[in-house]
């Protein structure tokens, strides 16, 4: 018989109010560790996500109540009386650990997306030291924390289902890393997410050969994540939630290459089954098509390059069904593990499609026009986000995308077979061509000189009117894509 998620006790209120739950403590000290934040010398609040925090029921909290639960970890009532550190294992570069876990964030509170319903973690990057720091101070730089409000506002105006970045505050310690100058600020940062189950949550315990605790989790992330896959039978149950997971990662990674983001970092740890894409760390955009752009400066490999991402994904959905082994049939996963390939195909085209604001059509030119285009990319050089910018609405945009910079690149023969394929096409919304970021001479990017130009009047002269400047530009943008708040929450 299926497991009835508890009943939230706060469901009849207004929807204005928060609706807070403690449904990942329900799995039990097997699965966390109870934690204390660090104390930090101060308390500043640098970044607060008003859109999401409203949409959470918490949009009336004053800068002080902000700072006492989100700088101090006072406990958000209804919620976590303590935090917890999770733990996990993982492949990290495809080496496995066993040591890790939560080593500098914990699970500071859930609550629900008061839009949709759906559960939704608070979880931090820098909150102290846990039994899983390995001997690390559990800190996050201020540099860090910055890139990583930057990265999550830019991918969800792109189209890409992320964390969110809902609070940055710094701290007052002066921390010393080994790869940017020291000593350097601190930040704490909490991140708005739809679960920080992992791969590796479900790898810690097959390694410790406990398949009765594997299904309980299994169990726990279905009922509460993907209720509408739930079957009677354990295999069946297994199955189902392979193929889930697959199509969410699927999603993901087609919305990451159609951004022309580089994740930097896809070991399991940082993957989660609800297909989210979270944690970031060596980020990067690309300046134009290129399949073995890297972010991380220790990917020597090119591992996780721009163009072996789906690989990357697969290789860890892999892994998952690994995990799955003692529930289910090796066939019927592998059956599964089959179809990433075509999810990837159909959601890429999907995503494609969204970033052009285009209307899908049938296979054929739908087909005809993402081939066309990632030729084009690859032959011509031109400006990734460039090239979204200027045909946005497909034929509509003509004239415009002829008065381009790069208006060469669209008279050029590699763009031929574009332009054929965009007469098969229409434009989903062509209000939307009317908005005045369309006006502009350049669209909105955050290459990685851009960010550093961000970074610097920061930690010069404490001057943060850059930062405020490109969230501004970057939300001016999700008005124009129609990718702000205003439409659905991701699924």
């Given amino acids: 018989m299926r497991p009835r998620a508890p009943d939230d006790p706060r469901a009849a209120l207004p929807e204005t109010a928060p609706r807070p739950s403690r449904r990942h403590a329900e799995l039990g000290l097997a699965f966390y560790d109870v934690v204390e934040p660090a104390r930090f010398p101060q308390a500043i609040l640098r970044y607060r996500n008003r859109p999401w925090a409203e949409r959470v029921g918490l949009g009336s909290l004053t800068d002080a109540d902000w700072t006492r639960h989100f700088g101090r970890f006072e406990p958000l009532p209804g919620s976590f009386p303590e935090p917890l550190a999770l733990r996990y294992h993982g492949h990290q570069f495809r080496s496995y650990n066993p040591d890790l876990g939560d080593g500098r964030g914990f699970l500071f509170a859930q609550l629900h997306d008061l839009a949709d319903g759906r559960l939704l973690d608070l979880g931090t990057k820098g909150s102290g030291q846990t039994p899983w720091s390995r001997g690390a101070d559990g800190r996050l730089t201020l540099k860090g924390g910055v890139r990583e409000v930057l990265a999550t506002a830019m991918l969800e105006a792109l189209g890409v289902e992320t964390s969110k970045s809902f609070s940055l ?120 098509f290129d399949p073995d752009f890297t972010a991380a400066y220790f990917d020597t490999n090119g591992l996780y390059s721009f163009g072996r991402q789906p690989e990357a994904l697969f290789w860890n959905l892999s892994r998952l069904a690994d995990c799955l082994l003692p529930l289910a049939e090796q066939p019927r996963l592998e059956a599964v593990l089959r179809g990433f390939g075509p999810h990837l195909q159909d959601a890429f085209a999907t995503a494609l499609f969204a970033r052009f604001g285009l209307a899908l059509a049938p296979e054929e030119p739908t087909h005809r026009f993402v081939g066309a285009f990632w030729r084009f990319l690859a032959e011509s050089g031109a400006p990734f986000e460039r090239v979204f910018f200027d045909w946005y609405g497909g034929r509509a945009s003509e004239d415009r995308a002829q008065a381009s910079p790069v208006a060469a690149l669209y008279r050029a023969e590699s763009f031929a077979p574009v332009r054929a394929a965009l007469e098969a096409l229409e434009a989903a919304s062509p209000g939307r061509l009317a908005h005045p970021y369309f006006a502009g001479h350049a669209p909105c990017t955050l290459l990685i000189d851009e960010v550093e130009a961000i970074w610097a009047p920061i930690a010069d002269r404490d001057d943060w009117s850059a930062f405020s400047d490109k969230l501004a530009a970057i939300a001016g943008m999700a008005d124009a894509y129609g990718t702000g708040l205003e439409g659905p929450g991701p699924g």
């Fill in 169 to 288: 505050i710094e701290t007052g310690e002066a921390l010393e890393r080994g790869d940017e100058p020291s000593p350097t600020r601190s930040s704490v940062l909490v991140r708005l997410s739809h679960s920080h189950i992992r791969i590796g949550s479900f790898q810690r315990f097959l390694a410790l050969g406990e398949p009765d605790t594997l299904a309980r989790l299994l169990d726990h992330t279905i009922t509460t994540y993907m209720p509408e896959i739930w079957k009677d039978a354990l295999p069946d149950r297994a199955v189902a939630f392979l193929e889930a997971v697959s199509r969410r990662v699927a999603r993901m990674g087609a919305q990451w290459m159609a951004a022309g983001f580089v994740h930097g970092v896809l070991n399991t740890d940082n993957i989660n089954v609800t297909g989210e894409s979270f944690d970031y760390g060596p980020w990067r955009f690309l300046p134009h």
